[in-house]
């Protein structure tokens, strides 16, 4: 079966610039970069990045607000940031190079099991099995495992199977292969079973019980969450603030902003502004509604409002925010639900 499933891999592989080098750096930016998120999203991203830091030491002399700005829109920023530390740690203590084995990369900020076991494995070639959403899927078929994916138990069995099967010989080819195989073929819905290399032997194609795997445990609910940004603008100056907080979009930039358990309406936001002394009795100012926006994350629905608060008069700052000119903002790493509504003006 490994035989079978290399061939297929070196006639069908798409040509990937991660899959051309040995360089643990380049390796280990596209498997940051492509966590979570598709090929051709990630791309453009991982292109920009080696383009500007060409190496590890270079990435680490880069200051967090550059790194985040490049990553802005890719989603997920705890990734960027841990990317950035991890890359300032390789240079100060491991002088530059990274760790060869799957053990001593894990030591290391934002590299979990599949991220060290595909840079030991590509870059080294430490026979360590890759376990991602692809290979869990071709795994869970051709096995016929019913433990969950998103479990504890699931995670250590797909593992097992993953390092069971593995071409000790070649973990590079065959780790790449599976994941090939889960991409183009062994697809979540409508799996290309006839062109499979695999399906011989094949426990889901065999039983046609191809749509009962992987089998996943009841999702986490969704929670709700309302924002309502204020641009609070004095001429061609507007507001903004860091936020430093352990939410979603830590050390991104945004506009003064109220949450709510609920949508509120000109008259109850006007309160809360009030409460919060953005503006005060001898303020002149107009305050309009500008637009709305639903922006979906992993276990979060957010729905965000825009409003804008106009000064008659000069306003020389706003407690907790930081007074810039509005062309400036660009130079400033915002959440993508930010970026969709400046996008949109």
């Known amino acids: ?6 061939n297929w891999y070196k006639k069908n592989k798409r ?8 360089d643990a750096y380049t390796i280990w930016l596209s498997e940051i970069i492509l966590q979570q998120t598709r090929i051709d ?5 991982f292109n920009k990045f080696l383009l500007n830091y060409t190496t590890v030491i270079e990435l680490a002399n880069a200051t967090e607000k550059e790194i985040l700005k490049l990553w802005q829109g890719l989603g997920y920023y705890s990734r960027a940031r841990n990317m950035h530390q991890t890359a300032i740690k390789i240079k100060t203590e491991m002088g530059g190079n990274f760790p060869s084995t799957f053990d001593e990369l894990k030591k290391l900020k934002g590299i979990g099991d599949y991220t060290a076991a595909a840079v030991s494995s590509f870059a080294f070639g430490e026979a360590k099995a890759v376990v991602d959403g692809n290979v869990q899927r071709v795994l869970s078929r051709f096995f016929g495992i019913k433990n969950p994916i998103n479990s504890s138990i699931g995670k250590k069995v797909f593992f097992d199977a993953a390092q069971k099967f593995l071409d000790k010989k070649n973990p590079a080819l065959h780790n790449q292969a599976m994941m090939e195989l889960g991409s183009l073929v062994c697809k979540p819905q409508n799996p290309d079973c006839l062109n499979c290399p695999l399906q011989e032997a094949c426990f889901a194609f065999e039983n046609n019980l191809q749509t009962q795997f992987p089998v996943k445990a009841k999702k986490l609910k969704v929670r709700n969450r309302y924002f309502h940004y ?13 936020r430093i907080e352990k939410d979603i979009w830590q050390n991104l ?6 949450e709510f358990d609920k949508k509120l309406n000109e008259i109850e936001l006007l309160e809360k502004i009030v409460a919060e002394k953005w503006i005060h009795k001898s303020d002149k100012f107009q305050f309009n509604y500008i637009t709305q926006f639903k922006h979906q994350l992993s276990h ?3 729905f965000a409002s825009f409003w804008q608060l106009e000064f008659f008069t000069s306003k020389k700052n706003v407690i907790g925010f930081e007074k ?4 400036d903002l660009e130079k400033y790493a915002v959440p993508r639900l930010i970026e969709k509504f400046l996008e949109s003006r």
């Open 300 to 302: 979060q629905t957010l």
């Open 41 to 45: 999203q990630g791309l453009p991203y």
């Open 230 to 242: 204020v641009l609070i603008q004095d001429k061609n100056k507007t507001f903004i603030r860091q």
């Open 1 to 6: 079966m490994q035989k079978k499933l290399h």
């Open 324 to 327: 810039i000119n509005w062309n």
């Open 15 to 22: 040509d990937l610039p991660w899959r051309n080098t040995k």
């Open 253 to 258: 930039f945004e506009f003064p902003m109220i």
